[in-house]
C-alpha cells in the first residue's frame, strides 16, 4: 500500500476545522484533525507546503517511522503548528491501518479497559443559579460529573461566560479581531467557594464536580484556592496556573490536596514530564490533536500510569470530531483513564460534514465497531462552508493590563 494523496481541508461548519485526507493506492483512506484554534492556516500551509510532499508514496502502515521522520527529521521541534500537522497524519494512519485491519482503533491499541468513556459535562451560567439550574438538565441527561463555571459579579463576561450570551465568533462577525474580556482575580476568589457551596447544598456528593480557572492565578492564590475548595471534594481543578514553569504546581501541592489537572495547550511529554514525575498533578490533559496523534498519547498515558496521574483530554469544540473519536478509542483502551470533557457531538452545521459512530446515554459515550477510527468527511458539505478568520479571546485586568485568558 501506498500514499497517493494528501488533501488539506479548511472549512468552518459552525467553527473553523483543518482537516487532512490522506488517499492511498488501495482506495482506502484515512482522515486526521490539525485545528489549531485562531491559527488555522497556518497549520493548513505547514501541512500542504512542507508535510505533504513527504508523505507521497510511502507506505502508510509505517506509522512509527512516519512519525519520527516528521518529529525528528524536521529538527525544528515541538509546538502547536508542528504537533497539530503531525497529529493529523498519525490519526489519519491509524484510521488507515484500522480499516485496512478491519478493525476499531482501539483494537489495535490492545482492547477495550472499560466498556463505555464517562464524561463530565459543562454548566457556564450567568449567575450561580443558573449555573446550578444547568447543571441540574445535565444531571437529568444521566451525567455523573459537571463543570461549573459561573459569571463573575461586577465583571462583563468572564472565561465560559459572556455578558451579552454570544459566542465568540458571533462577537467577530463584524471585524474579526480577538475579542476583550475583563478580569479580576480578587472579584473571583470572593464569589468562587459559594458555587461549589450551592452546588454540593443542591446536588449532594453524589455528582462530581470540576472547575477550569484557565491559567489565571499565581501558585499561591491556586494554593489558596485548592484550600478553600477542598472540602467541597472536587474531582480536580483545571490550569490553576500557566505552567511553563513546572514547579509552579510544586508550590500548589503544597499547600493543599484538591486534585489538580492541567495539558490541554501542551505538544510533548516534556511540557508536563516534571509534573508527571513528581506527581504535582493528578489529570493530564494533553489533546490528540495538539500533542501530535495517537501515536505519543499512548506514550504519555503509559507514562502517566507509573505516577497515579490519570488522563483527561481536552475536549473543547475547536477540535473536530475526527479528534474526538480518536480521544474515545484511546479512553477505551488506556487503563489510567479519568474523563472525558465534553461539550456536545457538534452542531447542526458540523453534522452535515463530519459522520461518527459514537452513541451518547446517560453521560456516557460507547464506541462503535466501525473499522479505523468510525468518522466520515464529506468534502461536498465541508465546501459549503468556507474559512472564516476569528480568534479566541484576550483578557485583561480591569486596569488594562494584558492577562491570561
Known amino acids: ?55 507521497i508514496g510511502r507506505d502508510p502502515h509505517q506509522i512509527e517511522d512516519i512519525w519520527q521522520y516528521l518529529y525528528k527529521g524536521v529538527y525544528w521541534r515541538k509546538g502547536p503548528i508542528t504537533m497539530a500537522s503531525i497529529g493529523a497524519v498519525d490519526m489519519a494512519l491509524w484510521d488507515i491501518k484500522g480499516k485496512a485491519a478491519g478493525l476499531p ?48 459579579p461586577g465583571l462583563d463576561g468572564t472565561y465560559g461566560v459572556l455578558g451579552d450570551k454570544k459566542d465568540y465568533f458571533a462577537l467577530q462577525s463584524d471585524r474579526p479581531l480577538p475579542p476583550e474580556l475583563p478580569w479580576s482575580t480578587v472579584k473571583y476568589m470572593n464569589m468562587i467557594e459559594e458555587l461549589f457551596a450551592k452546588a454540593r447544598e443542591r446536588f449532594g456528593n453524589e455528582i462530581g464536580l470540576c472547575h477550569d480557572v484557565h491559567s489565571r492565578l499565581t501558585p499561591i492564590e491556586a494554593g489558596r484556592l485548592g484550600k478553600m475548595l477542598e472540602k467541597y471534594n472536587l474531582l480536580f481543578i483545571e490550569d490553576a496556573v500557566a505552567a511553563e514553569n513546572q514547579e509552579s504546581y510544586k508550590i500548589i501541592r503544597q499547600h493543599t490536596t484538591a486534585p489538580m489537572a492541567i495539558g490541554e495547550i501542551y505538544n510533548t511529554v516534556w511540557d508536563c514530564k516534571d509534573m508527571i514525575e513528581n506527581q504535582w498533578i493528578d489529570y493530564i490533559r494533553m489533546a490528540a490533536t495538539h500533542a501530535g496523534g495517537i501515536t505519543p498519547m499512548r506514550r504519555i498515558a503509559d507514562f ?36 472525558q470533557e465534553f461539550v456536545g457531538f457538534g452542531t447542526e452545521k458540523s453534522n452535515e460534514v463530519f459522520k461518527y459512530d459514537l452513541q451518547l446515554r446517560d453521560g456516557m459515550v460507547y464506541v462503535g465497531d466501525a473499522p479505523g477510527l468510525g468518522v466520515d468527511f464529506d468534502e461536498d458539505a465541508a465546501a459549503r462552508y468556507p474559512y472564516k478568520r ?6 485583561r485586568l480591569e486596569d488594562g493590563t494584558l492577562w491570561s485568558w
Open 1 to 55: 500500500m501506498k500514499i497517493t494523496d494528501v488533501r488539506v481541508i479548511v472549512s468552518s461548519p459552525g467553527r473553523n476545522f483543518v482537516t487532512l485526507k490522506i488517499l492511498t493506492d488501495e482506495g482506502i483512506y484515512g482522515l486526521g484533525d490539525a485545528t489549531v484554534n485562531g491559527r488555522e492556516m497556518a497549520v493548513a500551509a505547514y501541512l500542504e507546503e512542507h508535510v505533504a510532499p513527504c508523505l
Open 105 to 152: 482503533v482501539y483494537q489495535l491499541l490492545g482492547g477495550k479497559s472499560r466498556e463505555a468513556v464517562t464524561l463530565y459535562g459543562h454548566a457556564n451560567g450567568s449567575t450561580i443559579e443558573d449555573t446550578l439550574d444547568k447543571m441540574g438538565d445535565l444531571v437529568k441527561q444521566g451525567f455523573k460529573v459537571v463543570r461549573l463555571q459561573s459569571a463573575i
Open 304 to 339: 502517566s500510569a507509573m505516577y497515579h496521574v490519570r488522563t483527561a483530554p481536552h475536549g473543547a469544540p475547536d477540535l473536530s470530531p475526527i479528534c474526538y473519536a480518536a480521544h474515545m478509542h484511546l479512553n477505551l483502551w488506556a487503563p489510567n483513564f479519568g474523563i
Open 390 to 395: 476569528s480568534y479566541l479571546p484576550v483578557s
